[in-house]
């Protein structure tokens, strides 16, 4: 058996063969996460670029497992949507998003925004309308102040279905945000036929703008023609000074990066807005 091994072919190098069986092992971690509690939302916070004043905090979720640390959604959200879980994991999302916000808004009468990230899956399940109504009245916040994170996917293969369930959640007064602008397909036109409220801006333009000419000019008629079109925008992944100054004098609404906060606790939240950095 030893000398089998030995001399057969094999198609997996070492490196292949290691991430297969990480893969295996998150897979199989991540289907019992939600039962083991082993997800906890952390909260970034965007900033009003006229006020300074929190407009609101975008939920971005976390997962800590015994075996495998701290590991990032970049990571598991993917997985999840292959095996078939992101709909539970997105439903306790929306619930503890909501429930969070809830607690703010009482002790602290915090009015603000709550962002919430959607999976296009989740968008295209049946009953997601009804789990937010669901989640909006068993939270009893209003729905004007929570906002749907969704991303051009959901467009691909099905617009005019995407179209009608939109319409009916921003009829329900949720407010609908387009995340990751730029890295997709569409084009600024295509934008104003679309029911959504928010466009951010991604972070790959923003980056771009500490340095370039071109790349600054591109992002500054990006936000001029959105505001044009009357959607609110926010520009993701500002890191530093020379970024927020382009983005002011650029007239963009809203900003939200490390060089303002970075994604926190719900206990560090809670201080936040008790130092009156917010209405
Ligand atoms: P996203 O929705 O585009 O979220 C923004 C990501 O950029 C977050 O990464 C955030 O921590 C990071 N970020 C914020 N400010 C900066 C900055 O100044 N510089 C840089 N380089 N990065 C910054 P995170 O938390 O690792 O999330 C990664 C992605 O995972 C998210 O990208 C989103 O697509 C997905 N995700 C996170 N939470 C959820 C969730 O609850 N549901 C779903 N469906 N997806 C989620
Ligand atoms: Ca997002
Ligand atoms: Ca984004
Ligand atoms: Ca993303």
Same mark, same amino acid.
């Given at each position: 058996?030893?000398?089998?091994?030995?001399?057969?072919?094999?198609?997996?190098?070492?490196?292949?063969?290691?991430?297969?069986?990480?893969?295996?092992?998150?897979?199989?971690?991540?289907?019992?996460?939600?039962?083991?509690?082993?997800?906890?939302?952390?909260?970034?916070?965007?900033?009003?670029?006229?006020?300074?004043?929190?407009?609101?905090?975008?939920?971005?979720?976390?997962?800590?497992?015994?075996?495998?640390?701290?590991?990032?959604?970049?990571?598991?959200?993917?997985?999840?949507? @292959?095996?078939? *879980?992101?709909?539970?994991?997105? !439903?306790? =999302?929306? &619930?503890?998003?909501?429930?969070?916000?809830? $607690?703010?808004?009482?002790?602290?009468?915090?009015?603000?925004?709550?962002?919430?990230?959607?999976?296009?899956?989740?968008?295209?399940?049946?009953?997601?309308?009804?789990?937010?109504?669901?989640?909006?009245?068993?939270?009893?916040?209003?729905?004007?102040?929570?906002?749907?994170?969704?991303?051009?996917?959901?467009?691909?293969?099905?617009?005019?279905?995407?179209?009608?369930?939109?319409?009916?959640?921003?009829?329900?007064?949720?407010?609908?945000?387009?995340?990751?602008?730029?890295?997709?397909?569409?084009?600024?036109?295509?934008?104003?036929?679309?029911?959504?409220?928010?466009?951010?801006?991604?972070?790959?333009?923003?980056?771009?703008?500490?340095?370039?000419?071109? @790349?600054?000019? *591109?992002?500054?008629?990006?936000? !001029?023609? =959105?505001? &044009?079109?009357?959607?609110?925008?926010?520009? $993701?992944?500002?890191?530093?000074?020379?970024?927020?100054?382009?983005?002011?004098?650029?007239?963009?609404?809203?900003?939200?990066?490390?060089?303002?906060?970075?994604?926190?606790?719900?206990?560090?939240?809670?201080?936040?807005?008790?130092?009156?950095?917010?209405?």
């Amino acid at each position: 058996v030893k000398n089998m091994s030995k001399n057969s072919i094999s198609f997996f190098t070492q490196e292949m063969k290691e991430e297969f069986l990480t893969r295996i092992n998150v897979e199989k971690q991540l289907k019992t996460a939600l039962l083991n509690k082993e997800f906890k939302l952390y909260y970034q916070p965007q900033f009003d670029m006229k006020t300074g004043k929190i407009r609101g905090f975008e939920a971005l979720l976390r997962w800590i497992n015994k075996d495998l640390g701290l590991v990032s959604p970049m990571i598991f959200i993917p997985i999840a949507e @292959e095996i078939g *879980i992101i709909n539970d994991i997105g !439903e306790w =999302v929306l &619930k503890e998003a909501c429930r969070q916000y809830k $607690e703010w808004n009482i002790n602290n009468s915090f009015r603000g925004i709550i962002s919430v990230n959607i999976s296009p899956i989740q968008l295209k399940t049946n009953n997601f309308y009804n789990t937010v109504s669901d989640v909006l009245e068993e939270t009893g916040i209003e729905s004007g102040c929570l906002e749907l994170e969704i991303t051009e996917n959901l467009f691909i293969d099905a617009l005019e279905p995407a179209k009608i369930l939109l319409n009916k959640l921003i009829e329900l007064g949720v407010r609908i945000s387009l995340d990751d602008f730029g890295t997709g397909y569409s084009s600024l036109s295509y934008l104003k036929s679309l029911p959504i409220d928010t466009l951010k801006i991604d972070k790959s333009f923003i980056k771009n703008t500490t340095y370039t000419g071109v @790349e600054r000019e *591109i992002t500054r008629s990006v936000i !001029e023609l =959105v505001r &044009k079109i009357g959607l609110e925008t926010i520009a $993701e992944g500002v890191e530093n000074d020379k970024q927020l100054n382009f983005l002011y004098k650029s007239f963009c609404d809203n900003i939200q990066g490390f060089l303002t906060g970075k994604p926190m606790p719900p206990e560090q939240v809670v201080k936040i807005i008790e130092q009156g950095k917010v209405d």
